[in-house]
């Protein structure tokens, strides 16, 4: 086997929300072809590494990257060339090198994302693998359990719903297949429930869910619970909750939005922590700043039914988590590769999140793409549970395919059973 890189070379594609990004492809001296690219959030934290655009208003509005792809064609490529595909760290930390800053901002954390992925698919195929196999050392045993975002928060036309996401999981599904049904169910009849509260059909929100009905997160959580019951799912689908809380913080004032009015941290915590008493909440996600350090040891400390998980608080940051978990801040993070920029960082944060009991959540992001590597890692890594996003467009659908086809391939694979991490 001659696993030593032949050629390195990047172009520009778009992601679901037609923004540009950068593709890149390894191929090895045996012809083993590796193929990444990096998608791009909407909420996106402050500490997350560097999207290099070109800022050019007359391409993409500014969000053409060929500055990118000039990076890796001419400057990340001939420092890789020749060497051993699947010496992931060494090649990662040739890259980080090259770039020199901490959010990668010299080279582009999307660029050097990107190739990351791109070497480390190559690797599996140069060892006959798939990549979720590479990552498991073996055979998988289980798939996680997926979670639907079914109601958007954001500015509306009449309202503003301060939280970002309203998530459902079929925790109690017996397979990924009924698991994948109950989320799809459940969705398409949320449809009829909110169109009858409305008297009128939701509109598709930009992360493809509905866009929320109400300003009232508990409003959105009873119609949520109508359409659970309507379908016979009650007592088997949990909720959760991505705040995004940083979106609608107001520094000025040190307060958070919610239901029209500014709040302080400990009025936001008390009012989610009695929604987490009264629904099955299994997480809830940026509950607030990604600054707030001195309340999140306290939301953490209350709010015992349900997990408290960091994103943008966090940004796959190991440095980060071990801050959070020092100061008993959360029960875990969402774990999103292209937030540190390559794969060895965010599997060392993986690695220190496992080794403490902290949970890893992965997730794609709201500029997805078909065949994200995130699904490689979630199957590979053999989580609990994962985020998928909508049941409703191709890049998000094909998560729910591939979990249904990596358990199909995979005799006595089964879906993961998250009762121990349930706090409801």
Known sequence: MNSKIKSVHARQIVDCKCRPMVEVDVVTEDGCLGRGCAPTGSSVGMFESCVLRDNNPDEYHGLSVHKAVDNVNNIIAPALIGKDV???????QIMIDLDGTPDKRNLGGNTIYSTSIALFRAAAKASHQTLYNYIAGGS???VPVPSFNVINGGHYEN????FNEFIIMPYGASSIYEAVEM???????LEKVITSYLGYKPVVAPSYGYASPSEDPEVNLNLMSEAIENCGYTGRIGFAFDCASSEMYDRQTNTYLLKGDRVSAD?????VK???????FVF???LLDEE????YPKAHKEMTCTNLLGDDFIVTNLERLKRAYECNALDGFILKPNQVGTITEALNTYEFAKAHNLIATPSGRSGGVIGDVVMDLAVGLQVGFIKNGAPRSGERIDKLNFLMRACDLTPGCALADISPLLKF
Do not use: A, V
């Not at 989320?183 to 009849?189: A, H, L, S, V």
């Not at 009695?274 to 099955?280: G, S």
């Not at 707030?292 to 309340?295: A, M």
């Open 159 to 162: 309202l503003t719903q301060p």
């Open 267 to 271: 009025t936001l915590i008390s009012y």
């Open 274 to 280: 009695k929604l987490t008493e009264k629904f099955p």
């Open 292 to 295: 707030d350090w001195e309340s």
């Open 183 to 189: 989320g799809i169910n459940t969705f398409q009849e």
């Open 86 to 92: 699947t010496r992931q760290k060494e090649l990662d």
């Open 284 to 286: 809830i996600e940026d």
């Open 140 to 142: 998988i045993q289980t």
